[in-house]
């Protein structure tokens, strides 16, 4: 076992030692040691109950025959984070769970590994690390949040809280009916209830192969959730037994299997980020090109929340993710041949799944639409490409040429959006907010919402450098690529230019000659700056550009 480098011989007797301090005994020490990592903290409503879920998952352990040690990993709330300096911290924490998660396992030779997130930028991470550390791992994670429920019977969620805000100035709600949004819009732990980042991650895990059934699905507040941890805690005694490890299950074929999956679920534009990153540590180079013949090929299934009505609770009573699967194998989309952290394949995974609500998880012959949920969009202003949720963009918008209207930072957009002096055919763009100009790659979920709240998504365009929530619908398109601060096309824009944008066709494009564009590159100066110390500036000197995942060189 790996951990007989801290427990067995005389050599080792002063590390055992402390493990005596801890309170083990031999029986306990003669068993494989599980790193449990949860990411139990009191901020985050989606890591609220995951210490009940780090039990859950210690019981299956021991149950197994393992010894389970607990360590923990830290997490931000996207949500409380946003729009302030706040969200500049939401995508770097990505790489410090990834790097403190390995410090961790290498300093204290686990045998095998649990993680436990939820949101954000916590369950990437924590792939990244397994990818990276490459022992048996398998996930648990802590489910999504139960949907709102307005006083008229309407079912809520996180982005229409954000958008009554944008109602709010607009003057189409009053503030007792922002009131009302704000006590139900998020009734309980988990993560926010719709087809988010977090959730849109959780549900990959599956795709992927690294977590039982129903991990991306069952809500936080179900029972099944706590059965779901204990059958994981003993699923990784398996893991161990086999010596089945993460780059046994997440290889090339396997992340284009979680690509497929990503289309027809219509999941947040943020995969497009974290893919790319956890196939990194992993040997794998994902190309973003390579998305867009996916998404060709991949009908999008599912329409929830942003993109629809429907939620996570709905999603499982349906069949979950595995019903998603079941549906594209109909056409021969995933590669079932794969192992999974089951010790089974996906073909075996998926014998005997039904899809149990065909008006939640569409039949294949019966799509939303033929092609994915995401699209990739390639021009002359992103000549690196820039993703956008096509699946939550009205149809009128498909196909959009306006003027720009340039803003340097999200704030500056927001005061314009709310003082309404942005109108229907515009394209705010949004820039100095990428992975180094941000620095940290900010969500663009207010200035988003605010849009759409004012009466504006099937009219207005925004393109940025930054990011966008999972909680985004309309025509936001984002990861502009190079970004601003590295000097790309993005800088040059000036206000009044006319952009084109054609999502069917991927295309996005600045309407300037390359003459005009060369002039202006040479008069361009880059900004100082927006942060010189910490952290986030270590950030800015070592990411790379969104189309390569804002990983750290």
Same mark, same amino acid.
């Given at each position: 076992?790996?951990?007989?480098?801290?427990?067995?011989?005389?050599?080792?007797?002063?590390?055992?030692?402390?493990? #005596?301090?801890? &309170?083990?005994? /031999? @029986? $306990?020490?003669? +068993?494989?040691?599980?790193?449990?990592? !949860?990411?139990?903290?009191?901020?985050?409503?989606?890591?609220?109950?995951?210490?009940?879920?780090?039990?859950?998952?210690?019981?299956?352990?021991?149950?197994?025959?393992?010894?389970?040690?607990?360590?923990?990993?830290?997490?931000?709330?996207?949500?409380?984070?946003?729009?302030?300096?706040?969200?500049?911290?939401?995508?770097?924490?990505?790489?410090?769970?990834?790097?403190?998660?390995?410090?961790?396992?290498?300093?204290?030779?686990?045998?095998?590994?649990?993680?436990?997130?939820?949101?954000?930028?916590?369950?990437?991470?924590?792939?990244?690390?397994?990818?990276?550390?490459?022992?048996?791992?398998?996930?648990?994670?802590?489910?999504?949040?139960?949907?709102?429920?307005?006083?008229?019977?309407?079912?809520?969620?996180?982005?229409?809280?954000?958008?009554?805000?944008?109602? #709010?100035?607009? &003057?189409?709600? /009053? @503030? $007792?009916?922002? +009131?009302?949004?704000?006590?139900?819009? !998020?009734?309980?732990?988990?993560?926010?209830?719709?087809?988010?980042?977090?959730?849109?991650?959780?549900?990959?895990?599956?795709?992927?192969?690294?977590?039982?059934?129903?991990?991306?699905?069952?809500?936080?507040?179900?029972?099944?959730?706590?059965?779901?941890?204990?059958?994981?805690?003993?699923?990784?005694?398996?893991?161990?037994?086999?010596?089945?490890?993460?780059?046994?299950?997440?290889?090339?074929?396997?992340?284009?299997?979680?690509?497929?999956?990503?289309?027809?679920?219509?999941?947040?534009?943020?995969?497009?980020?974290?893919?790319?990153?956890?196939?990194?540590?992993?040997?794998?180079?994902?190309?973003?090109?390579?998305?867009?013949?996916?998404?060709?090929?991949?009908?999008?299934?599912?329409?929830?929340?942003?993109?629809?009505?429907?939620?996570?609770?709905?999603?499982?009573?349906? &069949?979950?993710?595995?019903?998603?699967?079941?549906?594209?194998?109909?056409?021969?989309?995933?590669?079932?041949?794969?192992?999974?952290?089951?010790?089974?394949?996906?073909?075996?995974?998926?014998?005997?799944?039904?899809?149990?609500?065909?008006?939640?998880?569409?039949?294949?012959?019966?799509?939303?639409?033929?092609?994915?949920?995401?699209?990739?969009?390639?021009?002359?202003?992103?000549?690196?490409?820039?993703?956008?949720?096509?699946?939550?963009?009205?149809?009128?918008?498909?196909?959009?040429?306006?003027?720009?209207?340039?803003?340097?930072?999200?704030?500056?957009?927001?005061?314009?959006?709310?003082?309404?002096?942005?109108?229907?055919?515009?394209?705010?763009?949004?820039?100095?907010?990428?992975?180094?100009?941000?620095?940290?790659?900010?969500?663009?979920?207010?200035?988003?919402?605010?849009?759409?709240?004012?009466?504006?998504?099937?009219?207005?365009?925004?393109?940025?450098?930054?990011?966008?929530?999972?909680?985004?619908?309309?025509?936001?398109?984002?990861?502009?690529?190079?970004?601003?601060?590295?000097?790309?096309?993005?800088?040059?824009?000036?206000?009044?230019?006319?952009?084109?944008?054609?999502?069917?066709?991927?295309?996005?494009?600045?309407?300037?000659?390359?003459?005009?564009?060369?002039?202006?590159?040479?008069?361009?100066?880059?900004?100082?700056?927006?942060?010189?110390?910490?952290?986030?500036?270590?950030?800015?000197?070592?990411?790379?550009?969104?189309?390569?995942?804002?990983?750290?060189?």
């Amino acid at each position: 076992m790996i951990s007989d480098k801290i427990k067995n011989g005389v050599e080792r007797t002063p590390n055992k030692s402390l493990l #005596y301090a801890l &309170g083990y005994t /031999d @029986e $306990e020490l003669e +068993r494989p040691l599980v790193g449990v990592v !949860c990411s139990y903290n009191e901020v985050v409503p989606g890591h609220m109950h995951l210490d009940k879920i780090a039990q859950a998952v210690k019981d299956g352990i021991r149950a197994a025959g393992g010894t389970p040690i607990m360590f923990p990993a830290i997490a931000v709330c996207d949500g409380i984070a946003m729009g302030h300096i706040g969200m500049k911290y939401s995508l770097v924490t990505r790489d410090l769970i990834a790097d403190s998660t390995e410090a961790m396992v290498l300093a204290h030779q686990f045998d095998g590994l649990v993680m436990i997130p939820n949101c954000d930028k916590n369950v990437p991470g924590l792939l990244m690390a397994a990818a990276r550390l490459n022992i048996p791992t398998i996930f648990c994670s802590g489910g999504p949040m139960l949907a709102g429920t307005m006083n008229d019977g309407r079912r809520t969620c996180l982005s229409h809280m954000f958008e009554a805000v944008g109602a #709010y100035h607009a &003057g189409t709600l /009053d @503030e $007792e009916g922002v +009131r009302e949004y704000t006590e139900n819009a !998020c009734p309980t732990c988990g993560s926010c209830s719709g087809m988010y980042t977090a959730n849109s991650m959780n549900c990959l895990t599956e795709a992927i192969g690294m977590a039982l059934r129903g991990n991306g699905t069952i809500p936080a507040v179900y029972s099944a959730r706590l059965r779901l941890a204990k059958h994981t805690g003993m699923k990784i005694m398996e893991l161990i037994e086999k010596d089945i490890r993460p780059r046994d299950i997440m290889t090339q074929a396997a992340f284009r299997n979680a690509e497929t999956v990503d289309m027809a679920l219509g999941c947040s534009t943020n995969t497009m980020l974290h893919l790319p990153a956890i196939a990194h540590e992993a040997g794998i180079e994902i190309d973003l090109d390579e998305s867009n013949a996916i998404s060709a090929r991949t009908p999008n299934l599912c329409h929830l929340a942003p993109a629809g009505e429907a939620y996570m609770e709905d999603l499982e009573r349906a &069949g979950g993710v595995y019903a998603v699967m079941k549906e594209l194998t109909r056409k021969g989309l995933l590669d079932t041949s794969l192992i999974t952290a089951t010790g089974k394949t996906v073909a075996e995974n998926l014998e005997g799944v039904v899809n149990r609500n065909e008006q939640v998880i569409r039949p294949i012959d019966k799509p939303f639409s033929p092609s994915g949920g995401i699209a990739v969009l390639k021009g002359n202003l992103a000549p690196d490409g820039c993703v956008v949720k096509q699946s939550a963009v009205a149809p009128e918008m498909m196909k959009h040429e306006g003027p720009a209207r340039v803003f340097n930072s999200e704030e500056e957009a927001i005061a314009a959006i709310y003082a309404k002096k942005i109108v229907a055919g515009d394209v705010v763009v949004i820039r100095y907010e990428g992975p180094k100009g941000g620095p940290g790659m900010r969500e663009m979920l207010n200035p988003t919402s605010a849009i759409c709240g004012m009466g504006l998504g099937e009219s207005v365009a925004l393109i940025t450098d930054g990011r966008f929530s999972g909680a985004t619908r309309g025509a936001s398109i984002g990861h502009i690529s190079p970004e601003a601060a590295s000097g790309g096309n993005i800088a040059l824009v000036e206000e009044g230019d006319i952009i084109a944008i054609d999502i069917p066709g991927c295309s996005i494009q600045l309407n300037v000659s390359d003459e005009e564009l060369a002039r202006r590159r040479a008069n361009w100066v880059c900004p100082e700056p927006k942060v010189k110390t910490g952290y986030l500036a270590r950030y800015a000197k070592l990411v790379s550009s969104a189309d390569k995942g804002a990983i750290l060189s």
